[in-house]
């Protein structure tokens, strides 16, 4: 799961290389969880279906695609990933210098 964070957290510091500033946060985030969320997915049908190691089962939640991810979660990744991002933002301005970050609400 360590393993799958740290990519987790590289990807959503991608997404303001990719995506312009202008871009509102929310919007962002929504494709932060879209990226979690699909990492999750694929990750979930390794380590818990094929390999059986049962690390997590959202199986008993509502709207759940193969007890790997839920609507539930994909809400929380989303909050996450605006997290990760304005902190990926920051980490980059401080220690390298890059351009100090600049947020659209709306």
Known sequence: MFVLGGLCFVCLGLINEVIPWLMPLWQQGIIGACIITGMEFVVGCIVNLW????????SQMPGNILGQVCPQYFVLWMIVAIAGIILDDWLRYWIFGEEKPQYKLR
């Open 51 to 58: 390999l059986g190691w049962s690390i997590w089962d959202y």
